[in-house]
């Protein structure tokens, strides 16, 4: 192998690990002394010269702490997977962080941060408070924090432990130096923040394994909570869980500040689509009262209805039973046509004395989807208009008939000639009164069916032209044209060349 690839292959993946990195100050406050002294001329130091004391005080994260530096957690924030055997961990971009403040003057690598996990049995929940409101409670114990007090109207986030699970999953003194650690990682190949430009980072991690589900019971919820230690060096030092809760004697619960949280999830065995879906109980989605219910009642219950409230029309209000569409079970109307309104598929229950609205209600549900589905509402716009006006049509075609009839007689009949024929485009440029008339060109209603002196007239205008077209297409018999005009009194006989 070249030496070059060779030294590239040795980079990757190299992981240095180092039990702490030491700050070159730790957060407190300090003084500085500034002086001369001369060696060799003792006169000048018979002079008096005064010295110089300067003070200064180096702070640290105290009750909050910036996003930017949480790097990654594990498990990851709202994961599931079989974490029962793994610690979780959470990587800091500080590689100090951990050891900024002092916990103890005789043991420098024990961290002033650790990281407690909770599982969702143990009940502890993450709230949000100013630190003046977080250090007030009579029954809580309140950590009193080193170096300078925060200001009151600082943001904090904090948690209540109970005081016999807090002296229980509280690391012990011996324990802390173990729970953090220094990882040094080449960066070039790893994926990180572009911010991020030092490959040092610290690693706090929890004292407590993730607690597995009983077989047959879903996944286990996790938070997990990194935490300040500060203030509470001489608890850690006990070992002895007695005298933790001596210590803590009056208190029910023990208050910490939390700089960040996460959860996770356990599972008992693979989580996979296989596992989900053979893990359902097949039956009808319902309400689980109806185990404790009699009859009728229970019945109802048992098939996947529910009590809602009820507004009616007029303004009264009761409680009804309804169900979803999408809930299996025998339909109640098996053979019905579909309603005009949703209240004509309401339906009562005689035995109980209470409206079913599951029909009801579907048939609203399908009206506010057809009238949301835009391509829908105008086809069934245009269908209804199609529907009109055909009606409109037949009832127009039925008057014209009967005027007709009542103009040409026993005569009109014998041609064969009907309302039909006046459709033809022929027609139509030559009794638009006609048709007008009897409400065929009036889309909003019928004018009546006598015809006007005006309409045979227009017949009589236009009786030259047609018998000149009808006979030069012609040379036999009558047209239908000719027979219509010979039926209404227009001409007399025509006799053809």
């Known amino acids: 192998m070249p030496k070059e690839i060779e030294n590239k292959v ?66 990851p924030d709202t994961s599931a997977g079989k974490f029962m055997g793994t610690l979780p961990h959470v990587i800091l971009n500080r590689r100090t962080l951990p050891w900024e403040r002092t916990m103890y003057e005789d043991t420098p690598s024990a961290p002033w ?28 114990h309140i950590p009193k924090l080193s170096g300078s007090k925060p200001d009151d109207k600082t943001d904090c986030r904090i948690i209540d432990v109970p005081v016999d699970l807090f002296v229980q999953i509280l690391p012990t003194k011996e324990d802390l130096p173990y729970l953090a650690h220094v990882r040094d990682v080449d960066l070039d190949y790893k994926v990180t923040d572009s911010n991020v430009k030092d490959g040092g980072f610290a690693c706090v991690i929890s004292n407590r394994y993730p607690k597995a589900p009983e077989p047959g019971f879903p996944n286990v919820e996790h938070t997990a909570v990194l935490v300040s230690l500060d203030g509470f060096a001489d ?116 035995e109980i004395g209470m409206y079913n609205v ?43 008939n009967k005027a007709l009839g009542s103009l040409a007689g026993e005569h009109l009949k014998e041609t064969g000639i009907n309302a039909e024929t006046l459709e033809e485009d022929k027609w139509r440029n030559m009794v638009p009164d006609l048709k007008g008339s009897v409400g065929l060109m009036d889309s909003i209603g019928m004018k009546g069916a006598n015809l006007p002196k005006k309409v045979v007239e227009k017949l009589t205008n236009n009786v030259k032209e047609l018998l000149q077209e009808e006979l030069d297409r012609n040379t036999s018999g009558k047209s239908q044209q000719l027979r219509l005009l010979e039926a209404f009194g227009v001409i007399g006989e025509i006799n053809h060349v």
């Open 358 to 400: 599951s029909y009801s209600a579907a048939w609203q549900l399908g009206r506010l989807l057809s009238m949301q589905n835009e391509s829908l509402a105008k086809d069934i716009l245009a269908w209804r208009i199609a529907g009109k006006q055909a009606a409109a049509k037949k009832q127009n075609i039925q008057i014209l």
């Open 113 to 140: 941060l650790a990281l407690l996990v909770f599982s969702e049995d143990e009940a502890i929940q993450l709230r949000d408070l100013k630190y003046g409101e977080a250090i007030k409670g009579n029954d809580v």
């Open 235 to 350: 608890i850690i030092d006990d070992k002895n869980i007695d005298k933790r809760k001596e210590k803590l004697k009056d208190k029910t619960h023990v208050r910490m500040f939390v700089f960040t949280a996460w959860t996770f999830f356990c599972e008992g065995q693979d989580y996979n689509f296989s596992t989900v879906a053979n893990g359902l109980e097949v039956d009808v989605l319902r309400h689980n009262s109806f185990k404790t219910l009699n009859d009728p009642l229970a019945k109802i219950l048992e098939k996947g209805y529910y009590p809602m409230n009820h507004n009616f029309r007029e303004g009264s209000g009761s409680v009804s039973f309804y169900r979803s569409p999408l809930a299996p079970g025998k339909p109640i109307f098996e053979n019905k046509d579909f309603g005009h309104y949703a209240d004509e598929l309401l339906l009562f229950d005689e």
């Open 10 to 75: 040795e980079l990757f993946g190299v992981l240095k690990l180092a039990p702490m990195a030491k700050p070159v100050l730790t957060a407190g406050s300090y003084e500085i002394e500034v002086g001369q002294k001369f060696t060799e001329v003792s006169e000048l130091n018979q002079a008096g010269l005064s010295k110089t004391i300067r003070r200064f005080t180096v702070e640290a994260e105290q009750v909050n702490m910036a996003t930017h530096q949480i790097y990654s957690v594990y498990p």
